[in-house]
């Protein structure tokens, strides 16, 4: 704190305020008044990016408890400002010279929650666009201290074509002033408020029939307000909801969410929802095709059978009609949860038309913590068409599907009972692609299984000490294993006195899968004809 001249308090508890100078600076103001020990009025600011320099006591004395210990501080009111109108940020932006970093933020979320840039002003046509903002369609305002629609009629006035809107990071906390901006803005019909911390009372929202899309991101809503929400919201298709700590859907009169009859992507990635139970809730929305839960703490996931949904569902008295869970559910993103048990997976089959799915980051998913390589993934899940990202083609499905039969058919033990309960798909897969069992053959050496074949293998050198050189094509046995591939490869290559590591290159999928069990052999992980195996140096 450094001492100042005594300036007129202007601000009140709960304002939000931003640094003068500094629109990014953002904060709510938890005190005015005195402050023992220095003279004049002081402001006590509560940080958004927990940048302060106390918990709101000084000297031994609170006058305000902020969200952390160094999150608050005490600052003249001269020093901070209350924000600029909506159409006032439209001109600074449209009318004035803009920054690259300025025009790089200058987006709103579109479907998939992907970036899509605004219309901006050409700077070659500044001074033809001086009278003209009436001609944009697409404005982003983002971290410019907007904190008021301003004088109602002047937005429609000004910008009566604007269909999207982006007012990511301001000072806009009452929703009513949402209202106002729309009532204004006739044919708006996406609106980003991420980074505005909205009031938890909902009075004087009103019906905002021409918003399609809705990005809510780290406003600090509830569901309970997103239920009353969607009274206002008849016509709304996306709704993003990320970073809101939401961990519990509560519909307003049911089991399962009614209404939304239009939603087709609901965004609730970077919450925090444990139970899958939360997420059946949401089974009901008929007309949603994408659901995004990636950065949860998920553990698990189900389909719910019919007696399990009447079960749900008895007790409550609804006017709408059941109808089958995620029916229309075409993409399920479920990366970065702790999803543990291959019955997670296996259970995606059961969901009518998903298609698109995402499991990366999920222990179930990753080799290196025990987890199934894509190969495995692809041949469980009979619909899928995109994981994690990339396409699966029907090369790789056929060949994924050949290698974890194989797989199977390796390490087949226990009954036929137990390999259904473990295998779900292992008959099926064995019979479509003609696999037929191994026969015993009996040699010199006694019972001995028949060999399965060669494999072709490319053998490609990746390491950076160990020169160019060019790909081999390799004969293996199914029965070599990784130790015995990785001194075949010392002679191929004729490498000496270098420690290798081997990776498998997988089709579709970003990185390698390691190789790093010395005794498991081709066959034992999934490997099969004409695969690629790179061979790297320890580090």
């Given at each position: 704190?450094?001492?100042?001249?005594?300036?007129?308090?202007?601000?009140?508890?709960?304002?939000?305020?931003?640094?003068?100078?500094?629109?990014?600076?953002?904060?709510?103001?938890?005190?005015?008044?005195?402050?023992?020990?220095?003279?004049?009025?002081?402001?006590?600011?509560?940080?958004?990016?927990?940048?302060?320099?106390?918990?709101?006591?000084?000297?031994?004395?609170?006058?305000?408890?902020?969200?952390?210990?160094?999150?608050?501080?005490?600052?003249?009111?001269?020093?901070?400002?209350?924000?600029?109108s909506l159409l006032?940020?439209?001109?600074?932006?449209?009318?004035?010279?803009?920054?690259?970093?300025?025009?790089?933020e200058m987006y709103?979320?579109?479907?998939?929650?992907?970036?899509?840039?605004?219309?901006?002003?050409?700077?070659?046509?500044?001074?033809?666009?001086?009278?003209?903002?009436?001609?944009?369609?697409?404005?982003?305002v983002s971290y410019?201290?907007?904190?008021?629609?301003?004088?109602?009629?002047?937005?429609?006035?000004?910008?009566?074509?604007?269909?999207?809107?982006?007012?990511?990071?301001?000072?806009?906390?009452?929703?009513?002033?949402?209202?106002?901006?729309?009532?204004?803005?006739?044919?708006?019909?996406?609106?980003?408020?991420?980074?505005?911390?909205?009031?938890?009372?909902?009075?004087?929202?009103?019906?905002?029939?021409?918003?399609?899309?809705?990005?809510?991101?780290?406003?600090?809503?509830?569901?309970?307000?997103?239920?009353?929400?969607?009274?206002?919201?008849?016509?709304?298709?996306?709704?993003?909801?990320?970073?809101?700590?939401?961990?519990?859907?509560?519909?307003?009169?049911?089991?399962?969410?009614?209404?939304?009859?239009?939603?087709?992507?609901?965004?609730?990635?970077?919450?925090?929802?444990?139970?899958?139970?939360?997420?059946?809730?949401?089974?009901?929305?008929?007309?949603?095709?994408?659901?995004?839960?990636?950065?949860?703490?998920?553990?698990?996931?189900?389909?719910?059978?019919?007696?399990?949904?009447?079960?749900?569902?008895?007790?409550?008295?609804?006017?709408?009609?059941?109808?089958?869970?995620?029916?229309?559910?075409?993409?399920?993103?479920?990366?970065?949860?702790?999803?543990?048990?291959?019955?997670?997976?296996?259970?995606?089959?059961?969901?009518?038309?998903?298609?698109?799915?995402?499991?990366?980051?999920?222990?179930?998913?990753?080799?290196?913590?025990?987890?199934?390589?894509?190969?495995?993934?692809?041949?469980?899940?009979?619909?899928?068409?995109?994981?994690?990202?990339?396409?699966?083609?029907?090369?790789?499905?056929?060949?994924?599907?050949?290698?974890?039969?194989?797989?199977?058919?390796?390490?087949?033990?226990?009954?036929?009972?137990?390999?259904?309960?473990?295998?779900?798909?292992?008959?099926?897969?064995?019979?479509?692609?003609?696999?037929?069992?191994?026969?015993?053959?009996?040699?010199?050496?006694?019972?001995?299984?028949?060999?399965?074949?060669?494999?072709?293998?490319?053998?490609?050198?990746?390491?950076?000490?160990?020169?160019?050189?060019?790909?081999?094509?390799?004969?293996?046995?199914?029965?070599?294993?990784?130790?015995?591939?990785?001194?075949?490869?010392?002679?191929?290559?004729?490498?000496?006195?270098?420690?290798?590591?081997?990776?498998?290159?997988?089709?579709?999928?970003?990185?390698?899968?390691?190789?790093?069990?010395?005794?498991?052999?081709?066959?034992?992980?999934?490997?099969?004809?004409?695969?690629?195996?790179?061979?790297?140096?320890?580090?």
């Amino acid at each position: 704190m450094q001492e100042s001249s005594e300036s007129k308090p202007d601000f009140r508890i709960g304002q939000r305020v931003h640094s003068s100078g500094d629109p990014r600076r953002i904060g709510t103001v938890r005190y005015v008044g005195p402050v023992q020990g220095y003279s004049g009025t002081w402001v006590g600011v509560d940080w958004d990016n927990g940048e302060g320099k106390h918990d709101g006591t000084i000297n031994g004395v609170q006058y305000f408890q902020a969200r952390s210990e160094r999150s608050g501080s005490f600052v003249r009111s001269q020093n901070l400002s209350s924000g600029i109108s909506l159409l006032q940020a439209l001109q600074l932006r449209y009318r004035g010279d803009t920054t690259k970093e300025e025009e790089d933020e200058m987006y709103v979320l579109s479907a998939s929650n992907k970036r899509v840039n605004v219309q901006l002003v050409g700077k070659d046509k500044i001074q033809d666009k001086l009278s003209r903002l009436e001609e944009l369609t697409s404005a982003s305002v983002s971290y410019l201290g907007v904190s008021s629609p301003g004088v109602p009629c002047d937005i429609g006035t000004n910008v009566p074509n604007l269909r999207e809107l982006d007012l990511t990071g301001n000072l806009i906390s009452e929703w009513k002033d949402v209202s106002t901006i729309c009532e204004q803005l006739a044919d708006l019909f996406a609106l980003n408020l991420s980074y505005n911390l909205m009031a938890h009372d909902m009075v004087g929202l009103a019906h905002l029939k021409c918003i399609r899309i809705l990005v809510l991101n780290n406003i600090g809503i509830n569901w309970t307000q997103v239920e009353i929400i969607k009274q206002s919201l008849p016509e709304i298709e996306e709704l993003h909801l990320m970073g809101n700590k939401i961990s519990t859907i509560e519909p307003a009169s049911s089991f399962a969410v009614q209404g939304f009859d239009y939603l087709r992507l609901l965004n609730l990635e970077d919450n925090c929802i444990v139970d899958w139970n939360e997420i059946l809730k949401l089974s009901q929305l008929r007309s949603l095709e994408q659901l995004h839960l990636s950065n949860n703490s998920l553990i698990r996931v189900f389909y719910p059978d019919d007696g399990m949904m009447h079960e749900l569902l008895n007790g409550y008295d609804s006017c709408e009609e059941s109808h089958k869970p995620f029916q229309n559910l075409r993409c399920l993103l479920l990366g970065g949860n702790n999803i543990e048990d291959l019955a997670s997976i296996d259970s995606l089959n059961s969901f009518p038309q998903l298609v698109d799915i995402r499991l990366s980051e999920n222990p179930v998913a990753d080799p290196g913590q025990g987890g199934i390589p894509r190969f495995v993934l692809v041949a469980r899940l009979a619909k899928v068409e995109m994981l994690n990202g990339s396409e699966v083609s029907s090369r790789e499905r056929k060949e994924s599907e050949i290698r974890y039969v194989r797989l199977v058919m390796s390490k087949m033990q226990g009954n036929s009972k137990e390999l259904q309960w473990l295998h779900p798909r292992f008959a099926e897969l064995k019979v479509f692609h003609g696999i037929e069992d191994e026969k015993p053959l009996v040699g010199a050496a006694g019972p001995q299984k028949m060999a399965s074949g060669l494999l072709s293998i490319t053998l490609k050198c990746v390491g950076a000490s160990i020169g160019e050189k060019p790909s081999l094509m390799k004969k293996l046995p199914g029965a070599t294993t990784v130790g015995k591939l990785k001194i075949l490869c010392e002679s191929f290559f004729k490498l000496k006195s270098i420690k290798l590591k081997l990776f498998l290159q997988e089709e579709g999928s970003p990185l390698p899968m390691l190789l790093d069990d010395e005794m498991a052999t081709l066959t034992d992980l999934g490997i099969g004809n004409e695969s690629t195996i790179l061979v790297d140096e320890e580090s």
